[in-house]
Nanobody, 126 residues
Framework: QVQLVESGGGLVQAGASLRLSCAAS????????MGWFRQPPGKEREFVAA????????DYAESVKGRFTISKDNAMNTLYLQMNSLNVEDTAVYYC???????????????????WGQGTQVTVSS
């Protein structure tokens, strides 16, 4: 089992930046591929970014590519999402997710992940 706790959300103006963190505990963090998802108001949860277990490979949704950066600090047991040039369409509850893997895979599908945080709200005003 691994426990995940997100932090760093808040209310910002369009064009601003935020960095989300996801602190993990319970197991060897370096054994887990990780992802960020978000759920905008009234919509389904959607993929944002993924990273493989050693942090060397990443994947992004088209809507955030070039603006968001996912990173993983295995020494600190923490996953990050640096979000720049935020716009109102980025408003959502953001979740981190984890799955134990045995190679360098990473996943876009939410059903590929076994562990989830409770979410952190990001609100972008115009």
């Amino acid at each position: 089992q691994v426990q995940l706790v997100e932090s760093g959300g808040g209310l910002v103006q369009a064009g601003a930046s935020l960095r989300l963190s996801c602190a993990a505990s319970g197991r060897t963090f370096s054994d887990y591929a990780m992802g960020w998802f978000r759920q905008p108001p009234g919509k389904e949860r959607e993929f944002v970014a993924a990273i493989n277990r050693n942090g060397h490979n990443t994947d992004y949704a088209e809507s955030v590519k070039g603006r968001f950066t996912i990173s993983k600090d295995n020494a600190m047991n923490t996953l990050y999402l640096q979000m720049n040039s935020l716009n109102v369409e980025d408003t959502a509850v953001y979740y981190c997710a984890a799955v134990r893997v045995f190679n360098s895979v990473m996943y876009r599908g939410q059903y590929d992940y076994d562990y989830w945080g409770q979410g952190t709200q990001v609100t972008v005003s115009s």
